[in-house]
């Protein structure tokens, strides 16, 4: 099965963007479903998107819509989840996920 | 986007305990349920995938089931191991989906 290893912790200005990393090892990048998922204090968890490398289209949640890109390389096995126009009640942890597999997640803090 | 609503917010229980946790999505249907557990600080853990197959690994306590739109987590004896918060979540082969709002299972 694929392990996910992703980015380390990063503070950001409100209205700035962040790009989280999350790479893959161990088995076949490119025919899995990944997911990015939010995890804010305290809070349940909030399917944010996915991507089929080997597809390559992304699907997005209606909130997320406008906000959130993501992609995926497959020559190095990375997916990517960039958001943008940043605000505090985005301070939250963002993991990627296949169904079976979960990254160590990402803490995002937003703040001025 | 399909909605999952999951109940109990909270289930208070011992152990030895049955305990049941359940989804229901707000229409019919193609894709599967996943059941995970959380512990604080911790990412989610598979329980169950494709609404009843165990992953391999998960004690046999656990197991789900599915009657139309109605996806069921059962504990069968609550062991000190098991509190913790509880999601369901819908996806398909070539995406992820909705979870549900998640259960905090406590000890009583």
């Known amino acids: 099965q694929v392990q996910l290893v992703q980015s380390g912790a990063e503070v950001k200005k409100p209205g700035s963007s962040v790009k989280v990393s999350c790479k893959a090892s161990?088995?076949?990048?490119?025919?899995?479903?990944i997911s990015w998922v939010r995890q804010a204090p305290r809070q349940g968890l909030e399917w944010m998107g996915g991507?089929?490398?080997?597809?390559?289209?992304?699907i997005y949640a209606q909130k997320f819509q406008g906000r959130v890109t993501i992609t995926a390389d497959k020559s190095t096995s990375t997916a990517y989840m960039e958001l943008s126009s940043l605000r505090s009640e985005d301070t939250a942890v963002f993991y990627c996920?296949?169904?079976?597999?979960w990254g160590q997640g990402t803490l995002v803090t937003v703040s001025s | 986007d399909i909605q999952m609503t999951q109940s109990p917010s909270t289930l208070s229980a011992s152990v030895g305990d049955r305990v049941t946790i359940t989804c229901r999505a707000s229409?019919?249907?193609?894709?599967?349920v996943a059941w995970y557990q959380q512990k604080p600080g911790k990412a989610p853990n598979l329980l169950i995938y494709?609404?009843?197959t165990l992953e391999t690994g998960v004690p046999s306590r656990f197991s789900g089931s599915a009657s139309g739109t109605e996806f069921t987590l059962t504990i069968s004896s609550l062991q000190p191991d098991d509190f913790a918060t509880y999601y369901c979540?819908?996806?398909?082969?070539?995406?992820?989906?909705?979870f549900g709002q998640g259960t905090k299972v406590e000890i009583k």
């Open positions: 996920a296949t169904v079976h597999n």
């Open positions: 161990g088995g076949t990048f490119s025919n899995y479903a």
């Open positions: 991507i089929v490398p080997i597809f390559g289209t992304p």
């Open positions: 229409q019919t249907m193609s894709s599967w």
């Open positions: 494709k609404a009843s």
């Open positions: 979540q819908q996806y398909t082969s070539y995406s992820g989906g909705t």
